[in-house]
């Protein structure tokens, strides 16, 4: 199963919706990420070798579970086992983020709802 998140911030201007989990395809594994060439909060599939930004092409992508882009802590919120896909565990938590749209650490992801990955169908 995959799961959406919502984003969020007191700028107003990151509000997304993006799918977390397995993509449509069954080696894939979809993920928020900042991507550092365009400024933006995208859904990159993080088992593509590179993972590229679907907006400008870039590989110059970082998940928003590395501590550079993460303010504050807080509870799990979302936990993804990807041990065949990437060999790690993918985390957001209810804390803060980096917001490419005001560049403040004021982003926060909220969990939506659960979706069928290729997996499980």
Known sequence: MGLEVTTSCSCG???????????TRSSGC???????ACQRLVQVDLADEPPR????HSNS???YDDP???GSGGDV???CSTGDQLGRVLELTD?????????????????GWRFPSAAST
């Open 13 to 23: 201007n990151a509000q997304a919706k993006i799918a977390i989990g397995p993509s």
């Open 30 to 36: 979809s993920f928020p990420c900042l991507c550092e």
């Open 53 to 56: 930004c679907p907006e400008c």
């Open 61 to 63: 992508v970082v998940p």
């Open 68 to 70: 550079k882009l993460v």
């Open 77 to 79: 919120v979302v936990h």
């Open 95 to 111: 804390g803060t983020y980096y917001c490419p749209s005001c560049g403040q650490m004021s982003l926060r992801f909220t969990t």
